[in-house]
């Protein structure tokens, strides 16, 4: 019977070091990403945050991408029902919902004449000389940033709203 134990013992042992061997050879798949280094962000600004807040039914989107290899901001600004027409849109920061405003940059500011109106839209780009810091960067990317749209009747801003990292794109390796 010891011979028995033994013999199933060894083709057990046996069978464990195949599939051990079989397992090491197999190829598997490793799905690995790489980061292209564009980030995308978004926001909604209203009435109600801007500092002061304002009465109204005032809103904006923002939808931007940030090409962190090329330093360039890609932006389009979309608003409706503002209390008068657009004079600028600019991204202040950091700080949070409370706290009044500290510019980091002016993305556009309309000459004469004006877009006119209460909605409207802007698309826009900054490139490399007038990329964001670092430091500004970082913030972007934690939220610690809003933009503003001003107008004519609201130069400290009509709207206001956070501006939200949403991700990286990336691309199988």
């Known amino acids: 019977m010891k011979s028995k134990y033994k013999a199933f013992i060894a083709i057990g042992l046996a069978g464990l070091i195949l599939s051990i061997l079989w397992m090491g050879c197999k190829k598997e798949y490793h799905n690995s990403l790489v980061d292209l280094g564009i980030d995308v962000y978004t926001g909604t600004a209203t009435t109600a945050m801007a500092l002061p807040a304002k009465t109204g039914s005032g809103t904006a989107l923002l939808s931007a991408t940030?090409?962190?290899?090329?330093?360039?901001?890609?932006?389009?600004?979309?608003?409706?029902?503002?209390?008068?027409?657009?004079?600028?849109?600019?991204?202040?920061?950091?700080?949070?919902?409370?706290?009044?405003?500290?510019?980091?940059?002016?993305?556009?500011?309309?000459?004469?004449?004006?877009?006119?109106?209460?909605?409207?839209?802007?698309?826009?780009?900054?490139?490399?000389?007038?990329?964001?810091?670092?430091?500004?960067?970082?913030?972007?990317?934690?939220?610690?940033?809003?933009?503003?749209?001003?107008?004519?009747a609201s130069t400290t801003g009509a709207v206001r709203g956070k501006i939200t990292y949403v991700r990286t794109f990336s691309k199988d390796n």
């Open 66 to 152: 940030y090409d962190e290899n090329n330093r360039v901001f890609n932006y389009t600004v979309n608003w409706s029902k503002l209390d008068s027409t657009a004079t600028s849109i600019a991204i202040y920061g950091p700080n949070s919902a409370g706290q009044p405003y500290v510019i980091t940059r002016t993305l556009a500011t309309f000459a004469a004449p004006l877009p006119t109106g209460a909605a409207g839209s802007s698309q826009n780009t900054i490139f490399q000389l007038n990329a964001f810091s670092d430091f500004e960067l970082i913030n972007l990317k934690a939220g610690n940033c809003y933009f503003v749209v001003n107008t004519t």
